[in-house]
């Protein structure tokens, strides 16, 4: 599988772009704020329909295009699958407004899959990415949020079960804590309304849990190779899950069904009952879940260099591609975005020996410098220049 085909409308700082692909190797190179991370922004909200950097879809559509009087932005991409051709199309309609308000413009998003109309739900998994930007080294020793909506985004291209229990699992945590802080306010009593939500978030938290574990023991399973090739064999990584309530010992969780989990989790809610009552929130759940990267017995997150935590975000990545081969049967494509930034130069050297095997790599730089002649010579080289991309002939080294 790979994008073959990009045609972008009004986006970001591209007026117009029309631009073929290839599968393999591609660098685009250019100065900072000519356009390379936009180009790798639009194809993964391609893929998503989010974007890894915007606050909102508003922000996506070029400052003139609010000028007239229907600001839109359009992206068309074609992939080729091993299935046959798929044509992804989303355009971004926006309500210009009169005033000079600070609240943000309305968008309404059009997503059309083969000239049919599609869900945002139906899209995601279709033409799967894996993303890596320079923001993923908070992914390592940021705030657990970022991880658990990184096991959120991979999971849910490769499992309709993930997307629709996720779904489901954030509509009834925020029932849940309503109807918590309803009690703890006065204003309601415990009763049989949070026995129903308790069911309904332990159903689908076991779903998401298991879903979870199952790509954890997954990604190790590939990380164990791979960390030690990015490092010379100097480190060894291991990603681990942890659940904010009790799955038994770390190899035994990894054979608990999804009803058993839900079961844990419905204990773990009675036990803390007097807690959540007190607070008005639930505090379990896979919602308080977060992961940790331990290379050779340290903590990455809190002990690890910045090459070193830049390396297991890589590591992550990589992993995250072969996860998903597995999964879908066909490769995704990789965008890797200033990849090569605070990597040392054995270091760099390890990261794109290791790139050559892929179905299809979009790697952005601002210079060819850190580039292997070897990997120069197998890739496609762009330019982009003001929201212009020209094929280039690579740097001689």
Request: charged share 25%.
């Amino acid at each position: 599988m790979h994008l073959h085909h990009l045609t972008l409308a009004n986006l970001r700082n591209y007026v117009r772009l029309d631009l073929r692909l290839q599968p393999g190797l591609t660098v685009i190179r250019g100065d900072n704020a000519q356009g390379k991370t936009n180009l790798l922004e639009a194809i993964y909200y391609l893929s998503t329909t989010r974007s890894f950097r915007a606050r909102t879809d508003g922000e996506l559509v070029h400052w003139l295009a609010w000028r007239e009087d229907q600001p839109y932005a359009r992206l068309v991409g074609q992939i080729e699958t091993g299935s046959g051709d798929l044509q992804i199309e989303l355009t971004l309609m926006g309500t210009r407004r009169a005033d000079d308000s600070d609240t943000p413009p309305a968008v309404r998003k059009h997503i059309k899959v083969n000239g049919a109309k599609c869900r945002a739900v139906d899209l995601v998994g279709q033409f799967p990415v894996v993303m890596f930007s320079p923001v993923d080294l908070a992914l390592v020793d940021g705030q657990p949020a970022l991880r658990r909506r990184y096991l959120d985004v991979a999971l849910s291209q490769v499992s309709r079960r993930y997307v629709r229990s996720l779904s489901r699992y954030n509509r009834v945590l925020q029932q849940r804590n309503h109807l918590l802080r309803g009690i703890r306010d006065g204003g309601r009593r415990p009763g049989e309304q949070l026995a129903f939500w308790d069911a309904e978030l332990a159903e689908h938290g076991g779903i998401l849990v298991s879903e979870r574990l199952t790509a954890i023991h997954a990604l190790n399973n590939v990380v164990a190779d791979l960390h030690p090739q990015l490092t010379d064999q100097r480190e060894h990584l291991r990603i681990l899950y942890q659940c904010s309530f009790d799955l038994g010992g770390r190899e035994a969780r990894y054979a608990l069904s999804p009803d058993e989990i839900s079961t844990r989790l419905r204990d773990a809610l009675a036990q803390a009952r007097r807690e959540e009552l007190a607070r008005g929130v639930s505090v379990v759940g896979p919602h308080r879940d977060d992961l940790r990267f331990v290379a050779n017995e340290a903590d990455m997150g809190v002990y690890g260099s910045r090459g070193q935590q830049r390396t297991v975000a890589l590591a992550l990545k990589l992993a995250e591609v072969s996860f998903m081969r597995q999964r879908l049967g066909e490769p995704p494509t990789l965008l890797l975005d200033d990849v090569l930034s605070e990597l040392d130069q054995a270091r760099r050297s390890d990261l794109l020996g290791a790139l050559h095997d892929h179905s299809q790599v979009i790697v952005t730089t601002t210079d060819l410098d850190g580039f292997t002649p070897e990997f120069l010579a197998a890739a496609t080289c762009y330019e982009v220049r003001e929201g212009i991309i020209r094929e280039a002939e690579p740097i001689a080294h």
